[in-house]
């Protein structure tokens, strides 16, 4: 099976600008969860989604955003963007997002906003 | 809150020593923890987890709630252990995962 693909694998932007991240999960994968990773605060839990539902949510302003679409592909978007916005963006995707399943984590997409 | 503390950010050991990475974690409920490990290039992936008791490439963790910890172990370290190490904990069953800081484990030849 194909992994977690993440695209674009790099992006560059500037402040004020909003940006749009996609994620394909491997294939019967239901849940989708994204991550930020930076120096600073490392690896951080921003949403999941199961089912093209939002389902958990980390500690984000709402300027971070997701969706996930009928064939389990999901997108985030970040609106306004800042220079703290510069970080990898993960995303993981799992079966059902259940307790016994595991999480396959994506390339990434390095984000660098200028 | 939740919180999971890797105490070292940097390790390194000598081939066939034994490698210790602790990790100590936060929460009030049943937790599950997780090791994941990151090698050069490669994306982030799950090494073990608590509740498989299990041990992969020599890798064993033991779940200590009296301690809190959930610290990894390997008796005889190799050089392809060299890769960043993070601990996780994941609570209520939620997909939701958070992670300590990582450690970068160093096996010198």
Known sequence: ?114 | AQRVTQPEKLLSVFKGAPVELKCNYSYSGSPELFWYVQYSRQRLQLLLRHISRESIKGFTADLNKGETSFHLKKPFAQEEDSAMYYCALRYQGAQKLVFGQGTRLTINP
């Open chain 1, 1 to 114: 099976k194909a992994g977690v693909t993440q695209t674009p694998r790099y992006l560059i932007k500037t402040r004020g600008q909003q940006v749009t991240l996609s994620c394909s999960p491997i294939s019967g994968h239901r849940s989708v969860s994204w991550y930020q990773q930076t120096p600073g605060q490392g690896l951080q839990f921003l949403f999941e989604y199961f089912s093209e539902t939002q389902r958990n949510k980390g500690n984000f302003p709402g300027r971070f955003s997701g969706r996930q679409f009928s064939n389990s592909r999901s997108e985030m978007n970040v609106s306004t963007l800042e220079l703290g916005d510069s970080a990898l963006y993960l995303c993981a995707s799992s079966l059902f997002g259940g307790a016994a399943d595991t999480q396959y984590f994506g390339p990434g997409t390095r984000l660098t906003v200028l």
